[in-house]
DNA sequence: AAAAAGTTCAACCGCCGTCTG
DNA sequence: GCAGACGGCGGTTGAACTTTT
């Protein structure tokens, strides 16, 4: 099934870069005859190209109805949004901004979100914080580099790696964030086990419910729980594609589709989300002008997109802080950042 | 000023689903 | 039901450009 006709057919076509006659060419001829058959208009349009060539040139570059220049902020929350849903499904995603094309939206991804993403420790996959091993371990590493930069700096009086404290408490947060990540998916999957939570004397977090990350409890997913009732994404996906982005997505996230394990459901049955469903912690997707306002002091995070929208100058940071401030919790989190300061060496799980 | 490294993005490639004879 | 034609999609490439060393 299916070929790739660009191939066998045309040896001696043009390929690379189009030239400006060559456009003119192709618009000249799709604007009085439209396109019809992409497979013929090459020949009728005199032009020395493949089909597919064509018509790539047309959707992506010479369309009357694209829009050029930079992306807004809100297109820019638009596209993390759906991605969170729809996953890398470029075109979908490309529908729901008028004038981007899928192939624009795709680079800018790549180049710009996945980037700022990854920088702020969220898995651009799964829009959840990294728990890989190498961010860990990279993190855990300029963590301690920063304790060894105070060391020097308070032996010679300043300081030659030029880490200043608030690295050193992003760092922080960002290697306790990752961690929590990692326990809860642990907490999930090996409930049983607690031996990461016991190594780390964490157990009081999470064994007797009182993880102030979390204000509900912890989803427990056993097995099938947590994968598939494809009417209830299908559910989502049409209401992707039926109504404003903003809104389905505001629906979506903020809670007019039940949380829980159909919530779960929901996210799971998307590819690559399985571990979503392992996962308790809600989606860290801002939909925000500010990404990465991941919100862990919000009640229950129940409505991510109303919270983030609500309150756009709290930032992750801040509500951290106040959270490592507040006298009821902080004594675990003083416990950790102990834990994760004094530790010299990178923690090996 | 020049070379190296990094970034961007238009264009290509190959696969897939649907249509048609 | 089968096979080819076709359009569409997502992943990848590489030239051009920019930034850093």
Same mark, same amino acid.
């Given at each position: 099934?299916?070929?790739?006709?660009?191939?066998?057919?045309?040896?001696?076509?043009?390929?690379?870069?189009?030239?400006?006659?060559?456009?003119?060419?192709?618009?000249?001829?799709?604007?009085?005859?439209?396109?019809?058959?992409?497979?013929?208009?090459?020949?009728?349009?005199?032009?020395?190209?493949?089909?597919?060539?064509?018509?790539?040139?047309?959707?992506?570059?010479?369309?009357?109805?694209?829009?050029?220049?930079?992306?807004?902020?809100?297109?820019?929350?638009?596209?993390?949004?759906?991605?969170?849903?729809?996953?890398?499904?470029?075109?979908?995603?490309?529908?729901?901004?008028?004038?981007?094309?899928?192939?624009?939206?795709?680079?800018?991804?790549?180049?710009?979100?996945?980037?700022?993403?990854?920088?702020?420790?969220?898995?651009?996959?799964?829009?959840?914080?990294?728990?890989?091993?190498?961010?860990?371990?990279?993190?855990?590493?300029?963590?301690?580099?920063?304790?060894?930069?105070?060391?020097?700096?308070?032996?010679?009086?300043?300081?030659?790696?030029?880490?200043?404290?608030?690295?050193?408490?992003?760092?922080?947060?960002?290697?306790?964030?990752?961690?929590?990540?990692?326990?809860?998916?642990?907490?999930?999957?090996?409930?049983?086990?607690?031996?990461?939570?016991?190594?780390?004397?964490?157990?009081?977090?999470?064994?007797?419910?009182?993880?102030?990350?979390?204000?509900?409890?912890?989803?427990?997913?056993?097995?099938?729980?947590?994968?598939?009732?494809?009417?209830?994404?299908?559910?989502?996906? *049409?209401?992707?594609?039926?109504? #404003?982005?903003? &809104?389905? =997505?505001? /629906?979506?996230?903020? %809670? +007019?589709?039940? $949380?829980?394990?159909?919530?779960?459901?929901?996210?799971?049955?998307?590819?690559?989300?399985?571990?979503?469903?392992?996962?308790?912690?809600?989606?860290?997707?801002?939909?925000?002008?500010?990404?990465?306002?991941?919100?862990?002091?919000?009640?229950?995070?129940?409505?991510?997109?109303?919270?983030?929208?609500?309150?756009? *100058?709290?930032?992750?940071?801040? #509500?951290?802080? &106040?959270? =490592?401030? /507040?006298?009821?919790? %902080? +004594?675990?989190? $003083?416990?950790?950042?102990?834990?994760?300061?004094?530790?010299?060496?990178?923690?090996?799980?």
């Amino acid at each position: 099934m299916g070929r790739s006709p660009c191939r066998e057919e045309i040896s001696g076509v043009k390929k690379g870069p189009w030239t400006p006659e060559e456009d003119e060419m192709l618009i000249d001829y799709i604007s009085k005859h439209g396109h019809g058959s992409w497979r013929t208009l090459p020949k009728r349009a005199g032009l020395n190209r493949c089909g597919k060539s064509c018509r790539l040139r047309w959707t992506n570059y010479l369309r009357p109805d694209i829009k050029r220049g930079q992306f807004t902020e809100e297109d820019e929350r638009i596209i993390i949004n759906l991605h969170s849903v729809l996953g890398n499904k470029w075109s979908k995603i490309a529908a729901h901004l008028p004038g981007r094309t899928d192939n624009e939206i795709k680079n800018y991804w790549n180049t710009h979100i996945r980037k700022k993403l990854l920088k702020m420790g969220i898995d651009p996959e799964t829009h959840k914080p990294r728990t890989d091993l190498n961010h860990l371990m990279s993190l855990s590493q300029l963590l301690g580099m920063s304790n060894l930069s105070s060391v020097m700096s308070t032996t010679w009086g300043s300081n030659p790696l030029g880490l200043q404290p608030d690295i050193t408490q992003l760092t922080k947060i960002q290697l306790l964030q990752n961690l929590l990540q990692l326990m809860n998916s642990n907490s999930v999957v090996n409930m049983g086990n607690p031996y990461l939570l016991g190594n780390l004397n964490l157990n009081p977090l999470f064994l007797n419910g009182t993880n102030p990350l979390q204000t509900k409890e912890p989803v427990v997913l056993s097995g099938s729980q947590g994968f598939a009732n494809p009417s209830v994404y299908s559910q989502v996906q *049409s209401e992707c594609s039926q109504q #404003d982005a903003t &809104k389905s =997505l505001t /629906d979506v996230e903020g %809670g +007019s589709i039940p $949380k829980g394990p159909d919530y779960n459901k929901i996210s799971s049955t998307n590819h690559s989300r399985e571990n979503q469903a392992e996962n308790p912690l809600p989606a860290l997707v801002a939909a925000s002008p500010r990404m990465g306002t991941f919100n862990p002091m919000n009640s229950g995070c129940d409505n991510l997109a109303q919270t983030c929208t609500e309150s756009p *100058s709290n930032t992750f940071f801040d #509500d951290w802080e &106040k959270l =490592l401030d /507040d006298e009821t919790s %902080g +004594s675990y989190w $003083k416990e950790i950042l102990d834990f994760t300061s004094t530790s010299s060496t990178p923690i090996m799980w």
